[in-house]
């Protein structure tokens, strides 16, 4: 019979396929070796590699010097700590949560420029996805647990506000809708459909330059913008349109709703914020106690080379 034989691109095809599967098989081997322990909860490079990515440090474990590696292993270690305390707790992360914080962090960025974005921080968007669900479960459960241990009353707030004068002192502010085009023509067009009655959204939308914030005013303090457009701005009067204003930006058009002048904020209209201000504080010192509790009642193991060189020791393997 005759004998047949591989041709040099089969040979080629199959010596391709054999250094993939071995690749795939280095690769898997390598996500799974750890780099630290937290009771019976195994961490591994890979884990490691993603929580990096999501820290805005890249994927790599080679470039990272000593204190960051230490950082993002520490950072891990917390999160195994809390979320071993939640499942015992039975604390879960339902879908609403989650959909509505990264809609928030997306800020209206379309689905695939921030996979892109993703992909040059170093991780896919179902890590993301994925360490994002980590992270608020660890928030949330620390959140049920020290919560109530928050303890803020009137002196504290009226001291907070009495110490702190420089904070409670508010700039001139304009309640607008504002926006910038990149001609003088467009702005005047914008003008004029404002002119007959058209909302600015409205307005904006059709010349092709969409309002930020839903359509909705902002509140626009003295001290942020150039001096010359800053008084052109805040010299508009309420109720109609006003520019364009030139500047290196392009040709601001403003409606200004409303006006309030300079003023220090009393203690009745800030309580509220402060209030914000020390219950987080609160709940940060009792974070970092928690923590150190936990950490100090459970077995952790890390590979001391790996933190020493980012190699893996025996233990690891």
């Known amino acids: 019979m005759e004998k047949k034989y591989a041709t040099p691109k089969k040979l080629i095809l199959v010596q391709v396929i054999l250094i993939l599967l071995a690749c795939s098989a280095c690769q898997q081997q390598t996500d799974t070796v750890l780099v630290a322990r937290v009771g019976s909860d195994d961490i591994n490079l890979q884990e490691f590699s993603a929580k990096a990515a999501y820290m805005g440090l890249g994927p790599s474990v080679e470039g990272l010097p000593d204190q960051l590696r230490m950082a993002v292993l520490q950072e891990l270690i917390d999160r195994s700590l809390v979320l071993q305390y939640a499942a ?24 695939s420029a921030f996979e892109h974005n993703m992909l040059a921080q170093g991780m896919e968007y179902k890590q993301w996805r994925q360490e994002l669900a980590k992270e608020l ?32 002192f508010r700039p001139e502010q304009i309640l607008a809708m504002h926006t910038v085009l990149p001609s003088e ?9 404002m002119d007959q009655g058209m909302s600015m959204a409205e307005a904006a939308s059709q010349v092709g330059t969409p309002l930020g914030n839903d ?35 392009g040709y ?48 952790i193991w890390v590979d001391p080379q790996f933190l020493d060189s980012a190699t893996i020791g025996e233990r690891g393997k």
Do not use: C
């Open 88 to 111: 015992a707790l039975g604390v879960k992360l339902d879908d609403k949560e989650f959909d509505d914080t990264e809609q928030q962090l997306r800020s209206g960025m379309e689905l």
């Open 137 to 168: 479960l660890m928030r949330k459960t620390m959140e049920l647990v020290l919560t109530p241990k928050i303890r803020v009353d009137k002196a504290d707030i009226a001291q907070y506000h009495q110490e702190h004068p420089e904070l409670f």
């Open 185 to 193: 023509q467009l702005a005047r067009e914008l003008i004029a459909k």
């Open 215 to 249: 359509g909705r005013p902002d509140w626009l303090s003295r001290g942020h913008m150039p001096e010359d457009l800053e008084n052109k701005i805040f010299l508009s009067p309420p109720g109609k349109p006003a520019g364009p204003f030139h500047s290196d930006y």
């Open 252 to 299: 601001h058009v403003v409606w200004v709703v409303r006006k309030r002048p300079a003023a220090s904020v009393g203690l009745a209209e800030a309580s509220g914020d402060i209030q914000n201000t020390l219950a987080k504080k609160q709940l940060d010192e009792l974070a970092a106690k928690w923590l150190v509790d936990l950490r100090q009642n459970a077995d």
